[in-house]
Structures are given as C-alpha cells and as structure tokens.
C-alpha cells in the first residue's frame, strides 16, 4: 500500500506515467477519519470488491467541528489503521495534513475562516444540523476537495451517518461532480449498538446501556412493519415508541435524547404519521442521544443511528 501526504503525489499515483489510471479501471474511494473498525472495513472492503484500485483517506477535518466539540480529543490510532488496511489490500492511503488541506488555515470559529467553502442549503440545516450549525459545510467541504484530489468513480458512504449521506448526493448531482456515491448498511456489534470511533470514549457499563438505543428503533420499526392495511400512527405514537424503550435511562440520565425524528428518506422533511398503503415512500427513524459516561461522569458522548423502512 502506497501512503501518500500531499496533492502532487495523489495526481502523481493517479497519472502514473503518462498513462491515467482510470483508463486501467476503476477507483473506489472511502474517505473517513480514522480509528478503524469493522465498520469502516465493510465499506472498504465493497469497494476493493468492486474497483480496480482502492484509495482511502484519513484526515480528521477540522471544519465539521465546532469550538466546543471534541476536535483534539478524536482518537487517532494510524499505526493500527494502516495494519488494518493493508490487510484488506487498499492501494492508497491518503493521509494529509491540515495545511494540505486547507492551505489558508483552519480556525474553528467559522467567522475567522478563509477560502472556498461548499454549503448544501436546506437538507444541512435538518436535524444533525440543528445542534452542529456548521457540520455539514464542513464534510461537504472537505469531500470537495478529496473527491477534486482522489477523482474516483466511486465513493462508498456509511447509512450511520444517514443525513450526510443525502446532503453529500445532493451536492453530487447539482455541482454535478463526477464520482458516483454508494451508501452501505450500517454495521453493529452484537447486541445491536453501532460501531462508533466515538464509542471509544465510554466505559463497559455505558457502552451495554447505549445498546438500548437500537432497541428502541427496532420498536418503532415493527409497530410500522406490523400496521394493519389502511391503519395509521401518529408521528408522536411511533416517537413515544421509541422513548418508552429508553425511559429507565433517560430518568437515570444516562440518556438525553436530542432528537428523535420520522423523516422522508429522500428529503429529511419530518412526516406527520405513517400509514400502512402499498406505496409507502421509503422513511428514516433516526436520533442522536448524549450519553453520559458512567465511570467518568464529565465525559458525554453523541451517539446517532437510525432505521431506514
Ligand atoms: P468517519 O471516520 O466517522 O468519518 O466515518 C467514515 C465513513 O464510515 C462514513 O461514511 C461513515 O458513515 C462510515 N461508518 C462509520 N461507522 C459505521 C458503521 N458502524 N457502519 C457502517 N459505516 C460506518
């Protein structure tokens, strides 16, 4: 596998000789932030499948943090990543530094930045981007620029990060930007919780509690799946669902719900209710809850997931 820091050696790898290498097959793109797991393998492995060569990047990008987020905490554990990816036979690891990225610099408080940014208006202001006001100017951003760099035909995105997703493939087709996106299941340990490189940061007895919040999910899931022909549930019956499972620890305040939301698959506008016909539109159970950490009450960590019916 071939570790490469800067612009000039990506384009380099890219044009090997004067031959470009799309013209020898394809390239499959998984951009993340490091702190591998099986998660992010079971992207890079569809696209080692399905492509002739594999470029994943690593870079935790500052611009999708606000000041008072956990930037500099973020686990980076890039020897073990790079074990990881070569085992799975990635080609290229792009792993380049903030000034590659953003050569005017990038401070967090978003009044002080410089240079060119992407915002997706209207699917960004939703639900993640009700409480990170700046989350999604700063992945789609920084996706501009990888996806400018790496010039794949495809990238292969994560449903865990579900609105990113659709705010990423709207800025695809209307920047009409030339790499095709593909979206993979979201994959959970055992007992249902969703891998997480944030998970880190919980202690045994948070991380078993937070498995409850897919359970949660999974119950508004089969109240949906289980609605008589013609029958109908309200958006706050279907919400109630799902708080119900959670309610020993939100009154335990291990839990404090964000948000819960039913939302259109295609638009992320909140619908009203569900009702069982033969053309129901696909929709996205999704939430984001903080969980305070049992060991280290001072430690709260985000979690998000989400059901797609
Ligand atoms: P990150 O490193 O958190 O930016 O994630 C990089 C990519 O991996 C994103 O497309 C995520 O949606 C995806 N991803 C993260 N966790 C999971 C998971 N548990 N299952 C599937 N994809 C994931």
Redesign the pocket.
């Known amino acids: 596998m071939r570790i490469l820091h800067t612009v000039e050696e990506v384009i380099q790898w890219r044009t090997q000789g004067l031959r470009n290498i799309r013209s020898k097959g394809t390239i499959g793109f998984?951009?993340?932030?490091?702190?591998?797991?099986?998660?992010?393998a079971?992207?890079i492995s569809q696209s080692v499948r399905e492509n002739t060569y594999t470029v994943v990047s690593i870079f935790v990008n500052p611009s999708q943090f606000a000041p008072t987020e956990d930037l500099d905490s973020y686990p980076r554990t890039l020897p073990d990543d790079i074990k990881l990816l070569e085992s799975l036979n990635v080609d290229v690891l792009f792993a380049p530094t903030m000034h590659v990225m953003y050569p005017q610099g990038i401070p967090l408080d978003v009044e002080k930045q410089r240079g060119p940014f992407v915002s997706v208006l209207g699917l960004s202001e939703k639900l993640e981007g009700k409480t990170r006001p700046n989350f999604f100017r700063g992945v789609a951003t920084v996706v501009t620029k990888l996806f400018n760099i790496v010039m794949a035909d495809v990238a292969?995105?994560?449903?865990?990060?579900i609105q990113?997703?659709i705010v990423l493939q709207c800025m695809v087709e209307e920047l009409f930007v030339n790499t095709k996106l593909q979206m993979?299941?979201?994959?959970?340990n055992s007992k249902g919780l969703?891998?997480?490189?944030r998970n880190k940061y919980l202690c045994p007895d948070s991380l078993k509690i937070s498995e409850n919040l897919y359970r949660g999910l999974q119950a508004a899931e089969s109240a949906i799946k289980n609605l008589a022909p013609g029958a109908r549930l309200s958006r706050s019956e279907i919400i109630d669902t799902v708080t119900e499972i959670w309610a020993t620890y939100i009154d335990s305040h291990d839990f404090k719900v964000d948000y819960v939301s039913l939302a259109d698959f295609k638009t992320f506008n909140e619908l009203s209710g569900v009702e069982k016909t033969s053309k129901q539109q696909p929709l996205v159970i999704s939430c984001a809850v903080y969980v305070t950490d049992r060991e280290k009450p001072d430690t709260v960590v985000r979690l998000i997931d989400n059901i797609v019916i």
């Open positions: 998984v951009p993340t932030m490091g702190c591998l797991h099986p998660g992010h079971s992207l292969y995105f994560g449903q865990k990060d990113q997703f993979m299941p979201i994959v959970r969703a891998l997480s490189s």
